[in-house]
T-cell receptor, first 113, second 111 residues
Framework: KAGVTQTPRYLIKTRGQQVTLSCSPI?????VSWYQQTPGQGLQFLFE???????NKGNFPGRFSGRQFSNSRSEMNVSTLELGDSALYLC????????????FGPGTRLTVL | DAKTTQPTSMDCAEGRAANLPCNHSTISGNEYVYWYRQIHSQGPQYIIH???NNETNEMASLIITEDRKSSTLILPHATLRDTAVYYCIVRFLSGNTPLVFGKGTRLSVIA
């Protein structure tokens, strides 16, 4: 099976812009989680979607949003970018079920200038 | 906050076993122990997980103490490619429970 794919891999934006990142989970996986990784805060959970519904949300401002499509692909959006949003954004997929393992994609490296 | 404590860094000679400890003294009965690793700037890679029995797969072995308050990840024959940050995570038995990452252990495998 193909792994989790994320596009684009690298992105440069300026403050105030908005950005959309995409994640395609492993085939057959119905849940997608998003994480942000920065040198200062480490890996932090953003939100999780299952069957097009947000099931869980981390402690991030409303500028961070996401959605999931019927084919399980997911997008996350960050509006009004700030310098502090520069980070590696990671997507993880899992099939569903109680002991599921999350498999991560390679990430999107976002730089905000 | 992460419920695990790991050493900040460790070194291991190439070809030797790497034993990475993790303390999780407040683990509850239905929380699993997961291990991931992250090679520089890549996505975290799943290694292994377990509840109370020792587990082994093609990558590593996981030894969980009887009281479940600590565990050890064993890479039997470390190679240079095993140099990475290793994260020990405890997670509830629920599909939508997020992974809570701590700072992990930076393992350096030395030739």
């Amino acid at each position: 099976k193909a792994g989790v794919t994320q596009t684009p891999r690298y992105l440069i934006k300026t403050r105030g812009q908005q950005v959309t990142l995409s994640c395609s989970p492993i085939s057959g996986h119905r849940s997608v989680s998003w994480y942000q990784q920065t040198p200062g805060q480490g890996l932090q959970f953003l939100f999780e979607y299952f069957s097009e519904t947000q099931r869980n949300k981390g402690n991030f401002p409303g500028r961070f949003s996401g959605r999931q499509f019927s084919n399980s692909r997911s997008e996350m959006n960050v509006s009004t970018l700030e310098l502090g949003d520069s980070a590696l954004y990671l997507c993880a997929s899992l099939a569903g079920g109680s002991t599921d393992t999350q498999y991560f994609g390679p990430g999107t490296r976002l730089t905000v200038l | 906050d992460a419920k695990t404590t790991q050493p900040t860094s460790m070194d291991c000679a190439e070809g030797r076993a790497a034993n990475l400890p993790c303390n999780h003294s407040t683990i509850s009965g239905n929380e699993y122990v997961y291990w991931y690793r992250q090679i520089h700037s890549q996505g975290p890679q799943y290694i292994i997980h377990g509840l109370k029995n020792n587990e082994t797969n093609e990558m590593a072995s996981l030894i969980i103490t009887e009281d479940r308050k600590s565990s050890t990840l064993i890479l039997p024959h470390a190679t240079l490619r095993d140099t990475a940050v290793y994260y020990c995570i405890v997670r509830f038995l629920s599909g939508n429970t997020p992974l809570v990452f701590g700072k992990g252990t930076r393992l350096s495998v030395i030739a």
